[in-house]
């Protein structure tokens, strides 16, 4: 590749098919001489942050449409991005994306409950925001080390451990976009994966005690979530219109797995529940759970300071353990939970067109519910 003084005259005299000329004055300018055409363009090595991305050439335009002072102004604003750090051959949007376009393009592309998609948002805003305007390939496994660490001296292992899975989430996904991110730099860490939650046995003869002691709608709250082992989120948006007490069903429409899921009721949770609709038709609500004074409308927090009473969570726990003890295979019991068979063959189970066939479940868990209540434990 030669390097000569450019000048109008000498371009001319370029025989064709002679390969790239480089222009002395103006650095990485240069004349191409293909077969038929002699075209400008521009080459230089795109850096950031002191290393080496790549090296592009990007064509400005055939020599017999611009002059060469214009081929040299052209040159020097592309030459002012290249060495910027800018990349002017690719789509702006991948080429140097931020980490905050990379979370934008995370929440699209991914099937996120708004609760999840907020936690990301969350964390992009409390703790990632000083990374939120740069360019990810840019994030260095140095830096990422020290905000884990900084994270789990300050808020605790739990918060440093969900923060980073969400960067590594967000990068991977940049790295699918942006080319010039060769690595994860979240793979420098080892997130310790979280403590399985430890619950301990049932006292039912004490849970209904306690539960007694209730306000009738939380009462009633407690009996639904320990007889369903629905998701806090699934148990706590029913609608009144959820729920069909002709046949005995309840739709929960909240659900991690996507879709709504089809609920058999079993005879005692069907009277509960037709017992606070006729209470609550008066309030107007459309809530199966009402709370006027919540920004809601419904109940967001069935737990009461000061009573030891379990979790949403934890009657989930509860009511996976009560179905094997009560008979149920495990197969129909993931299903009343709404989860997903193992397998390949596990998605070819439609639980809706199984209600009827899981319906004797449900009753075999309240039946053993209420006879370890009768009984005293």
Request: glycine share 8%; proline share 5%.
């Amino acid at each position: 590749m030669a390097v000569i003084n450019l000048t109008e005259a000498r371009i001319r005299g370029l025989e064709f098919g002679s390969g790239t000329w480089r222009d002395e004055q103006v650095k990485g300018l240069m004349v191409v001489c293909h077969k038929t055409t002699k075209t400008y363009a521009v080459q230089g090595d795109v850096r950031r942050n002191g290393r080496h991305i790549r090296t592009v050439r990007a064509k400005i335009d055939r020599c017999d449409r611009i002059g060469l002072r214009e081929a040299r102004s052209q040159a020097k604003a592309l030459m002012s991005k290249i060495q910027s750090g800018i990349d002017p051959t690719a789509n702006p949007d991948e080429s140097g994306i931020t980490l905050k376009k990379a979370m934008d393009v995370h929440l699209i592309d991914k099937p996120l409950r708004s609760r999840t998609k907020e936690g990301y948002e969350y964390h992009l805003e409390k703790y990632l925001k000083r990374f939120a305007n740069r360019a990810v390939v840019d994030i260095s496994r140095q830096e990422v080390r020290e905000l884990y660490d900084k994270l789990r001296s300050k808020s605790g292992q739990t918060t440093a451990g969900s923060v980073m899975r969400t960067l590594r989430a967000v990068i991977n996904t940049a790295m699918r976009l942006d080319e010039t991110i060769t690595a994860n730099p979240v793979a420098a860490i080892r997130i310790p994966t979280n403590n399985r939650r430890k619950v301990g046995a049932l006292d039912i003869p004490k849970f209904f005690a306690e539960v007694e002691e209730l306000n009738p709608i939380r009462r009633d709250l407690y009996m639904a979530m320990l007889l369903t082992g629905a998701r806090r989120s699934s148990i706590l948006q029913i609608r009144r219109s959820d729920v069909d007490l002709v046949n005995s069903i309840l739709t929960f429409r909240h659900m991690k797995t996507g879709g709504p899921m089809i609920f058999p009721m079993g005879q005692k949770l069907t009277s509960i529940l037709e017992s606070r609709l006729a209470a609550d038709e008066k309030i107007g609500s459309p809530w199966l759970w009402p709370s006027p004074g919540a920004s809601s409308g419904h109940i967001v927090e069935p737990r009461e300071k000061g009573r030891e009473l379990p979790s949403p969570h934890e009657c989930r726990h509860h009511a996976r353990t009560m179905f094997i003890a009560s008979g149920v295979p495990y197969a129909e019991s993931a299903l009343l939970l709404g989860q997903q068979l193992p397998g390949a063959s596990g998605g070819y189970v439609h639980p809706e067109h199984l209600v009827e066939h899981l319906r004797p479940h449900t009753q075999a868990l309240e039946n053993y519910v209420y006879s370890k209540r009768e009984a005293g434990g």
